[in-house]
Each structure stands twice: as structure tokens, then as C-alpha cells.
């Protein structure tokens, strides 16, 4: 059977990687020299010339010198999403298949502004969110009926890269001017977006693959408990939830994505709303994500279903029966959020301990301990030198 093209870097790269093989799956992985991923006994570069897997234009003749007659492609990232949906029509695509939808559809969810607009004609809860197209549209922002506004990248990717952040607090209306003017100025296209009230906790998350025939054949729903850096962040702790506690969040999402004839992995984050308690969708990744080797070790193997609707194989849905309670750890962002949390929120060490102990560890694993042995070198590193710059 042909074999997968992992498309993704880090911990989504290396999480695909280890859930293809998890269902025995043979699978290659385009990542930089020196990645995460490259520490997994399981990472084999692409056979051919060495092809990193950015998506600069060079993409299309780097995955042509692939030296594999068939390979499905399962992207890890935004932009290689894209591109992978893209190929459509393209003589490539019969050589490397993928489960992807339309390029539009695609266009549609990763695109902020897109995203609200589909979600209001759609009925599906959300933040209040406003288009920016100059500093005029800020003054129509109702900023005191809203609890906080933060602004927000239409493209998520591209901001995070050039700013290492996800969103902006700009304070007051004449600070958000201020803050629009010159993310403008470098480029970036934002929407400005209702802060829904609440912690880390109150976050919530739909996890799954939609196949060919529309069915929803994997579905998983986990909790945030703790977030770093605080606010626009990466989950550090989360656990499974029954999809019960989403309420109407699974039928709403659904409805969405059957509008959208939506093919592919998803992941979809909600927040509650403490003031009517309803989960507003807040965005939805159209890729492999940071949790996906969880959704597999969970029962819901995500990568396995893709690379079997890719080539047309059945898909076996998924035990909407999980466990609850089970727990994944970011560990050098649980230790940073644990030492940091807010008074209200603080939980003690021993406690921690617990969660880690009888959770499932980000990188950790006996089994494939490179990736563990390399984030505990860098802890203890950067550890150091945060000792070292305070002795200064």
C-alpha cells in the first residue's frame, strides 16, 4: 500500500507521524534538518532529494522528485493544507492523493473574516467579530457593550511567524488605532474580536475527520485546563470530555461542515460563554494539529482515517464511547502556566504531579524517547540560562 508524506513540523509533525504508525502505516515526514521529528526513531525524510516541506513555490517540483510512485499527503500546517487542496486537477494530485476539500472551502475556515461571515449566515454561535478595512471601522467597534477586544490575524500562520504571537491586546480605541495602523503598515489584514469572558477552562475543543460520504466517522472532545503563554497561548493541559458536555457545539459544527461539503481532519475550539453558556466557535484548524497523536491514542485515530479515504479504502468510524478524563501534557508549557497561574486558578505541585503522572505526555514516549530526551535537554538548558541571566 502506498505509503504517507507527513507534511508538518514540531509536535503536530511528530504526533502525525507517530499516529500513522500506530495503525502500521509506513510514513515519511518533510520537515527542516534539526526538527522535533527528526529525533523519532520512526522519521524517515521523502526518498529523493532532500525536501525540508516548506511551502516557499519550490513545493510542487520538490514533491515531484519524490522517489515514490504513490504517497498520500497529510499537511500539518495552514499553508500546506492549502496547497495540498490546490493541487486539485493538478497531475500530481493522482500521484499523491490526500482527503482535503475544495480549496474554497478551505479558504472559507482559515480565513477569519470569511469564518465569521459563514458562521453568522450559518446560525453558529460565535464572538462578536468586526471587519477592518481601515481605521474608520475601528470607530464603529461598540467597545462598551463588549467585555474585551482584542485584534485577530486573517492569516493566523503568517502573523505568528513574523510576531511570534497569535492576537494583540490593544487596550482602549485609540490604542487598537494605533496597533491597527501599524500591523497594516507591515501587511497584516485583522479583525477585531470580542473577548469571550472566562479562563482556560472555559475552552473546549471538537476533534474529528468528515470523509468522503459526509460522515463524521471520528469524534473526539477534550477541555483546556491550562494555557501558555496566558490568553492567545498553546494548551498546555487538557482533557477528554464526553461530547455530551458540548450541547448543541457537535450538531452546530456538523451543520457547518456539511454547508461547507467540508473532506478532512479538523479540529474546532469553542469557548463556553459564562454569560448565556453557550459554546461560541472561536476557529477551526484544517490540518493535523498539535493534539493529534492524543485524538489517537484516545480511540480516534484521525491520521489512519485520512490516509484511508485518500485512497479510497473504507473508514472504519471511531467509538463515540471514549474515556473521559484523560489527560495530555505540553510539559515545558504545563510547568511555565502551573508557576505562573493567576491566584484563582493555582493549583499545587503535588496536584500537577498527579495530572502528569497518569496523563500522556506531548513528547515523552518510552517507546520513541528521542523527542522526550531532546525537550528535557531543552528545559534544563534554557533552565540554566534563566539562572544565569538573574545571577547577572
Same mark, same amino acid.
Given at each position: 500500500m502506498p505509503p504517507a508524506i507527513v507534511l508538518a513540523r514540531g509536535f503536530t509533525g511528530l504526533g502525525t507521524l507517530r499516529a500513522l504508525k500506530m495503525a502500521g502505516i509506513e510514513a515519511y515526514a518533510a520537515c527542516p534538518d534539526g526538527d522535533l521529528v527528526t529525533r523519532s526513531r520512526w522519521y524517515a525524510p521523502p526518498p529523493g532529494p532532500r525536501w525540508n516541506g516548506e511551502i516557499d513555490g519550490s513545493q510542487d517540483r520538490a514533491l515531484d522528485a519524490v522517489a515514490l510512485p504513490r504517497a498520500v499527503l497529510i499537511p500539518g500546517a495552514d499553508d500546506a493544507a492549502m496547497w495540498v487542496a490546490g493541487l486539485a486537477g493538478n497531475a500530481l494530485a493522482h500521484r499523491f492523493p490526500a482527503s482535503t476539500s475544495s480549496l474554497a472551502t478551505l479558504q472559507a475556515l482559515q480565513d477569519k473574516r470569511h469564518l465569521a461571515e459563514c458562521l453568522h449566515e450559518n446560525g453558529v454561535a460565535h464572538p462578536a467579530t468586526f471587519a477592518i478595512d481601515s481605521a474608520d471601522d475601528i470607530d464603529r467597534i461598540p467597545?462598551?457593550?463588549?467585555?474585551?477586544?482584542?485584534?485577530?490575524?486573517?492569516?493566523?500562520?503568517?502573523?505568528?511567524?513574523?510576531?511570534?504571537?497569535? +492576537?494583540?491586546? @490593544?487596550? =482602549? #480605541? $485609540?490604542?487598537?488605532?494605533?496597533?491597527?495602523?501599524?500591523?497594516? !503598515?507591515?501587511?497584516?489584514?485583522?479583525v477585531a474580536q470580542e473577548y469571550i469572558p472566562g479562563g482556560a477552562e472555559q475552552h473546549y475543543f471538537i476533534d474529528g475527520f468528515r470523509d468522503r460520504d459526509g460522515r463524521l466517522s471520528g469524534l473526539l472532545a477534550r477541555r483546556r485546563h491550562r494555557i501558555h503563554p496566558p490568553d492567545f497561548g498553546n494548551s498546555s493541559y487538557c482533557e477528554t470530555t464526553p461530547l455530551a458536555t458540548m450541547g448543541s457545539a457537535v450538531e452546530e459544527l456538523g451543520r457547518l461542515l456539511a454547508t461547507l461539503h467540508y473532506r478532512g481532519?479538523?479540529?474546532?475550539?469553542?469557548?463556553?460563554?459564562?454569560?448565556?453558556?453557550?459554546?461560541?466557535?472561536?476557529?477551526?484548524?484544517?490540518?493535523?494539529?498539535?493534539?493529534?497523536?492524543?485524538?489517537?491514542?484516545?480511540?480516534?485515530?484521525?491520521?489512519?482515517?485520512?490516509?484511508?479515504?485518500?485512497?479510497?479504502? +473504507?473508514?472504519? @468510524?471511531? =467509538? #463515540? $464511547?471514549?474515556?473521559?478524563?484523560?489527560?495530555?501534557?505540553?510539559? !515545558?508549557?504545563?510547568?511555565?502556566?502551573?508557576?505562573?497561574?493567576?491566584?484563582?486558578?493555582?493549583?499545587?505541585?503535588?496536584?500537577?504531579?498527579?495530572?502528569?503522572?497518569?496523563?500522556?505526555?506531548?513528547?515523552?514516549?518510552?517507546?520513541?524517547?528521542?523527542?522526550?530526551?531532546?525537550?528535557?535537554?531543552?528545559?534544563?538548558?534554557?533552565?540554566?540560562?534563566?539562572?544565569?541571566?538573574?545571577?547577572?
Open positions: 467597545f462598551q457593550r463588549l467585555d474585551r477586544v482584542f485584534l485577530k490575524p486573517i492569516d493566523s500562520q503568517r502573523f505568528s511567524k513574523a510576531t511570534g504571537h497569535k +492576537a494583540l491586546w @490593544p487596550g =482602549d #480605541r $485609540d490604542a487598537c488605532k494605533a496597533l491597527w495602523t501599524r500591523l497594516h !503598515a507591515q501587511g497584516f489584514e485583522m481532519i479538523f479540529s474546532a475550539e469553542f469557548k463556553r460563554d459564562p454569560r448565556d453558556g453557550r459554546f461560541r466557535l472561536l476557529e477551526i484548524n484544517t490540518r493535523a494539529w498539535w493534539y493529534v497523536e492524543f485524538a489517537a491514542r484516545c480511540g480516534v485515530n484521525v491520521c489512519e482515517m485520512a490516509w484511508r479515504d485518500a485512497l479510497g479504502l +473504507a473508514v472504519e @468510524p471511531s =467509538d #463515540r $464511547d471514549y474515556r473521559s478524563g484523560v489527560g495530555c501534557i505540553s510539559l !515545558a508549557g504545563d510547568i511555565q502556566a502551573v508557576l505562573h497561574a493567576p491566584p484563582q486558578s493555582r493549583i499545587g505541585w503535588w496536584q500537577a504531579l498527579r495530572q502528569w503522572r497518569n496523563g500522556y505526555l506531548h513528547a515523552f514516549r518510552l517507546d520513541d524517547p528521542g523527542p522526550g530526551l531532546q525537550q528535557a535537554w531543552r528545559l534544563v538548558r534554557d533552565g540554566l540560562r534563566a539562572r544565569l541571566r538573574r545571577s547577572r
